[in-house]
């Protein structure tokens, strides 16, 4: 298996322009996270979906964040509009299981998100 | 704001044990504790989690006190390829719910 992939690896942007990042999570995993790292705040879990249904949000930080998983096999997590604050390096991550059971998740490379 | 806790940063030299300790006052009852490695421009990659007293694996032990309360990852004989940052990861249960929450990280350096 290729792992998680990730597009795009890098983003440039300006500010107040609309940006998607994609995911292909590991075939057969059947829960899907999306992270943001910063140097301030550090590793923050931002949703995760369990069969692709939405479990919590409660870490998006704006209605400007949105994100999707439309199929077993993709995600997208929107930023609309975009801000300088919101640069950051984007994970996503995917697991057989989660909580008590196991927390194992496998690390796609990321996207380094600068908004200017 | 309740936080997982590590220290910021370690040193150490080849061939020495080294123990990183992650403290997580609010962890849920039921979940694991599971630690992460991170090298420069990549994702966290899972190294061990465990749910009570240790656990051993290929490349590190992982020993949980009867109170959950904390958590120290053991990494025997450390070389240079060590040197990272390592993260714990809990669910963490302030203010209610049960939140995935990784720690604050601890950069590793290991020297010759």
């Known amino acids: 298996d290729a792992g998680v992939i990730q597009s795009p690896r890098h983003e440039v942007t300006e500010m107040g322009q609309e940006v998607t990042l994609r995911c292909k999570p590991i075939s057969g995993h059947d829960y899907l996270f999306w992270y943001r790292q910063t140097m301030m705040r550090g590793l923050e879990l931002l949703i995760y979906f369990n069969n692709n249904v939405p479990i919590d949000d409660s870490g998006m930080p704006e209605d400007r964040f949105s994100a999707k998983m439309p199929n077993a096999s993709f995600s997208t997590l929107k930023i609309q509009p975009s801000e300088p604050r919101d640069s950051a390096v984007y994970f996503c991550?995917?697991?057989?299981?989660?909580?008590?059971?196991?927390?194992?998740?496998?690390f796609g490379p990321g996207t380094r998100l600068t908004v200017l | 704001l309740a936080k997982t806790t590590q220290p910021i940063s370690m040193d150490s030299y080849e061939g020495q044990e080294v123990n990183i300790t992650c403290s997580h006052n609010n962890i849920a009852t039921n979940d694991y504790i599971t630690w992460y490695q991170q090298f420069p421009s990549q994702g966290p990659r899972f190294i061990i989690q465990g749910y009570k007293t240790k656990v051993t694996n290929e490349v590190a032990s992982l020993f949980i006190p009867a109170d959950r309360k904390s958590s120290t990852l053991s990494l025997p004989r450390v070389s240079l390829s060590d040197t990272a940052v390592y993260y714990c990861?809990?669910?963490?249960?302030?203010?209610?719910?049960?939140?995935?929450?990784f720690g604050t990280g601890t950069q590793l350096k290991v020297e010759l």
């Open positions: 990861l809990v669910g963490d249960v302030t203010g209610g719910g049960n939140k995935l929450t």
């Open positions: 991550a995917s697991s057989l299981l989660q909580g008590r059971r196991s927390n194992e998740q496998f």
